[in-house]
Structure formats: C-alpha cells, structure tokens
C-alpha cells in the first residue's frame, strides 16, 4: 500500500466503533511506524527526552509526546470524536472547518487521520506547538504526506498566552490535549482557559469535558466502591466562570467529608484507598472511563482512613500558579476534650 492508502486503513480502523483490542493495537504499531518514518525523530536522543517548562507549566518532551499515540483507546476516542465533530460543523454550514490544534506534539497525531476523509476545502488547521524539535517534526510529517494544503499555518507559541486572529477566519473546534491523568503538571487548564475565553459560544472544545471526582477504590485498588463527589470539571461553563473573576487566580476550594471507615463498624466490609478518579468525555458519546487510557488511571491519594489514621474531609483547590496543580488539604477531626 501507498502512504496514504496506509492511513486511510488506519482510519477506518480507527473510526470504526467494532474494532477489536487485537486490531486495534496492530493498527497503532502500524500508525507509530508510519510517523516514526514521516517525522525522522530519534526517540533516544537526549534533546527529545527533555521536557519544556513553560514558567507556568510544563510541555512533555517529542519522545513522551510521541509516545502518545501508543495510548491505544486514547487516540481511538480523540480520533472519532474529532471526527464527529468537524463532521456535524461541516452538515450545517458551507465552506472549511476551521480546527484549532493546541498541542500538536511532533506528529499531529489527533488530526492527521481526518485529512484521508475530507479535503482542503472541507478543513483547516491552525498547529501551535511550543516546543520547537515537536512542531518542526510535525511540519516534516504534514510535508511526507503531502498534506500541506490542509494547515493554515504552524505557530511555535505557548497557546497558554496565545492571542487568536479571530479576523481571519473563525474558529470552528479548539482541540487540545495536553494532560496528564488528574491534570497533574500539563498545561491543559491554562490552555483551553485561554483559547475558549477568546472564541464564541458555538466553537466546540475538545475534550469537551474533564471530570475529576473522589472515590473510594476496592481492597485491591482496581474499582470503584463508592464515589464521595466531584472535585473539579473543566469544560466550556467552567472555565468561562471562572475567567470572568480572574485568570489567573485559584479555582474554587470544594471540600468533600471523608466517611469513617466501613471496616471500623464491620471487618467484612473493609474497602481500599482513596482515589481521584478521571473521566473525560472527548466529544458525543466518545468518553474515556477508568484505565481506558493513561489518563483515567485513578490516582491513589492515601489509604482509607481508620482508628488510628482518622480524616473527616479534604479540601481540593485547582491552582494556576506557579505551576497547575490540584492542591489537597486533609481536614483532622477536632480533638474530643476530656471530662
């Protein structure tokens, strides 16, 4: 097969909701290799191991960045809910989606599929990648395919603080994936907090929405028990509330009541550890649950408190400075005073 007719398999499988785990995984391997080839980067190389930081942030390295695409269910979803959602901006209106990469990363990896299924005159990109080896990798895998026709333009910039022409053309779809599980370190907040406070309400944000709740996993840490409530979300209402009082100040603290431990009342029940549980929904019905994807695992916080440990509640408060963090406080009881 040519180089496109590759792709274009790659797609179908992609954007097929029956693909199997097996060929899912195949297709993967074989998609890593092509852009591997397009791109010509050394995963070992030392200057593509290193990560960015942004001064408010940090920018996974081109290896790690590149990795990415390994994430099989990951990409899948970010795939076809892209799809899906250039395809319904494209079914109620005339002329070329216009697309908002924030992130490439050195392969463009949640875009390129789409290219074997319209043309330039049904999408446009607009690329912004900070990390200078990253976005010269992408453009060299846009050039291999012959798929310079569908980018606008490729911006090495920090989309944190990046101002859009608005002027030039509208924007359809911000698409932005730059996180990790939890939103630890990446700069994902701050990227889509810029980007969709300078866009209409009709511009779709992908992910659409990020989920972040606190759960109570089983004694082998591997389900879910019980869930204590949300602790933090992140999609177009929140971060529009939240820029209307101030960018770059913290988001509200939500405090969630920690309940004694079930085994104190009865040893059968005993359950496992605290957790911050991630859910995303990418766009439609294109979701990611738990251990679909590096970015779902439940991250453990601490064992289940007991007698001798004991907590009533944690405050969870999303910070923007220095760095995005998701900050915890553990609330103790109060002391019982003796008679």
């Given amino acids: 097969m040519t180089k496109h007719q590759t792709l274009a398999h790659i797609t179908d499988v992609l954007l097929d909701p029956t693909t199997s785990l097996p060929l899912l995984r195949d297709t993967i391997e074989t998609y890593r290799d092509l852009l591997l080839t397009a791109s010509g980067i050394d995963l070992g190389e030392a200057t593509s191991v290193d990560h960015l930081d942004t001064g408010k942030g940090v920018a996974i390295g081109v290896t790690w960045a590149a990795l990415c695409v390994d994430d099989l269910i990951r990409t899948q979803r970010f795939v076809a809910g892209l799809y899906q959602a250039v395809h319904e901006v494209a079914a109620r209106r005339p002329g070329p989606v216009h697309v908002l990469y924030a992130g490439t990363g050195p392969f463009a990896t949640l875009a390129l599929p789409l290219m074997t299924r319209f043309t330039p005159a049904e999408l446009q990109l607009t690329c912004i990648e900070i990390n200078a080896l990253s976005k010269q990798a992408a453009e060299r895998v846009v050039k291999y395919l012959e798929f310079d026709a569908f980018v606008v333009d490729f911006v090495e910039a920090d989309a944190a603080t990046y101002v859009i022409d608005t002027t030039a053309r509208p924007v359809d779809i911000v698409l932005s994936e730059t996180m990790q599980y939890c939103l ?150 109060e002391p019982v005073a003796a008679e």
């Fill in 184 to 333: 630890i370190d990446e700069m994902q907040v701050p990227i889509t907090l810029n980007l969709i406070g300078q866009l209409p309400p009709e511009t779709i944000l992908i992910p659409e929405q990020i989920r972040l709740s606190l759960v109570v996993l089983d004694t082998k840490g591997d389900k879910t028990v019980q869930d204590l409530g949300p602790i933090f979300t992140v999609d177009r209402q929140s971060l529009l509330a939240h820029q209307a009082g101030g960018r770059d100040v913290d988001f509200p603290t939500v405090r969630l009541t920690v309940p004694p431990h079930k085994a104190l009342l009865e040893p059968s029940l005993a359950s496992g550890p605290l957790a911050i549980r991630t859910g995303i929904t990418v766009y439609g019905n294109h979701v990611l649950y738990d251990y679909d994807s590096g970015l779902t695992i439940p991250k453990v916080i601490g064992e289940y408190p007991d007698a001798s440990d004991p907590l009533e509640a944690i405050d969870f408060t999303y910070r923007l400075l220095p760095s995005p963090l998701l900050w915890m406080d553990f609330i103790l009881p």
